[in-house]
């Protein structure tokens, strides 16, 4: 071993991080063969209940709706993620809180031990799939949330079998693996359900493939406005829920915000009632969890004024939905977008579905290895069509999305809007920069 090389018993959590990322020459290789080689060899046979999530949208906010019923049920829940913002931590939960440095650390040691007896290479992604279900194997949680983190059929998650199977939408993103029709991204995402087991589906418009999967694999397909459901109020002041465990009036509104979120409320109650058997939960349960839910970065609104609203939505799906609630909450003079998306997403389309609601553009660039530049996001801008009157003025670019914030921040009257969107990446530089902010103000307090 390298004498600039930690000894695995030594290394910190950004070491392992490094080290997952050489590990695989890939950074994302489809396919269940090595990771489940590795699975066995750990012996990882969960007990308890798993809930997986899949979708093109709406994953994470599903997630988190259900983790926080369940909390609030008293059940100790492991909740598994992806990608995250700030944190590594962040992706994988266990009873709501973020798993310890430690406790990551060790997990991973565990399954880089058995991935060397396995004589195999694992993405980053595998390998974290693997600990975090080590993890939740050795203090064991009662039930499982998973993410899929692409795809469905043939991603990591999927060498687990759920006991409910959750699609939250079908759209068009990562067609490189997916496939370029509707249909076929379809059929990968359904590769999650499984025989006898409930598949619960929140897309409205479900293609062929699904239900033709649903069918062969003998899966319980439960569709939107189908077999569950969900009403508004007249005057707004709840909603109801409908679906096999019967019908729920007068829930709250939850914390997440966007329209769009009871589609995924929806689906998460549908899912809960589908295991109610194994972990039965109350009205009280519900109500609580709708209220207190956090889901950092989707329709996030940030204190004070001007008002910043920071979404991660990077296809034209999430972007639709985000033009959706922007119109929904209230008039401003003047909208700036920071905006700053990686080149292999479809930045046009992005652009098109937010167009008419952005007075200004701040296009800044990507450090990542698949970021945009500033200048390849303007061009983009400029094919959309989407720029005001005033042209190229209305168009700034900036080396990241920090800057372009910091402009914004300075620009921006306080009737008006800053909307930051495009990536994760786009809204943790920007979560980043506000944090540095405010110790900055503590400090000179």
């Known amino acids: 071993m390298g004498t600039n090389v930690p000894h695995p018993e030594s290394r910190t959590l950004s070491d392992w991080l490094l ?84 406790a990551l650390c060790n997990a991973f040691q565990m399954v880089e031990s058995a991935r060397i007896r396995s004589g195999v290479t694992l993405t980053y992604f595998e390998f974290g799939t693997l600990a975090a279900m080590q993890l939740f194997s050795q203090v064991e949680v009662e039930i499982a949330i998973l993410e899929v983190g692409l795809g469905g059929r043939l991603d990591a998650v999927n060498i687990f079998d759920a006991d409910c199977a959750v699609l939250t939408s079908v759209d068009f993103d990562h067609m490189d693996y997916l496939g370029n029709t509707r249909e076929e991204i379809g059929f990968e995402k359904a590769g999650i359900f499984r025989s006898g087991k409930a598949a619960v589906c929140a897309e409205p418009d479900i293609p062929g493939s ?95 004024r001007p008002v910043t609203v920071l979404d991660v939505a990077h296809n034209p799906g999430a972007a639709h939905a985000l033009a959706s609630s922007l119109d929904s909450v209230g008039l401003y003079q003047k909208t700036y977008a920071v905006f700053a998306m990686l080149k292999d997403k479809d930045i046009i389309g992005v652009a098109r579905a937010l167009g008419s609601r952005v007075d200004t553009w701040l296009a800044a660039g990507i450090s990542a290895p698949r970021g945009a530049t500033s200048d390849e996001v303007a061009q983009a801008l400029e094919e959309a069509g989407v720029v005001k009157e005033g042209g190229e003025e209305a168009i700034r670019r900036f080396p990241d999305p920090a800057a372009a914030y910091a402009f914004a921040c300075e620009q921006a009257a306080r009737n008006d809007r800053i909307c930051v969107f495009g990536s994760f990446h786009t809204v943790a530089e920007v979560l980043r920069y506000q944090n540095m902010r405010r110790r900055k103000t503590v400090e000179h307090g």
Not at 270 to 295: F, K
Request: aromatic share 8%; hydrophobic share 40%; charged share 20%.
């Open 210 to 304: 699904v239900y033709r999967h649903a069918n062969a694999v003998g899966a319980n397909l439960m569709h939107i406005g189908e077999h569950f459901g969900y009403s508004i109020g007249i005057d707004a002041a709840g909603w109801s829920y409908w679906g096999s465990g019967g019908k729920r009036h007068a829930l709250p509104y939850p914390a997440l915000r966007g329209a769009y979120q009871l589609r995924n409320a929806s689906a998460s109650l549908a899912a809960l009632d589908s295991i109610r058997d194994r972990a039965p939960i109350t009205m009280s349960d519900i109500r609580q969890g709708l209220l207190d839910v956090v889901w950092p970065g989707r329709f996030q609104v940030l204190p004070g």
């Open 19 to 102: 080290r997952l990322e050489s590990i695989h020459p890939r950074t994302i290789e489809m396919g269940l063969e090595r990771v489940s080689r590795v699975r066995v060899e750990l012996g990882l046979v969960p007990s308890f209940p798993i809930i997986t999530v899949g979708g093109t949208n709406g994953k994470g906010s599903s997630c988190a709706m259900m983790e926080a019923i369940l909390s609030n049920a008293g059940y100790r829940v492991g909740c598994y993620t992806s990608p995250h913002l700030l944190r590594y931590n962040e992706r994988v939960r266990i009873g709501r809180q973020e798993a310890s440095d430690e």
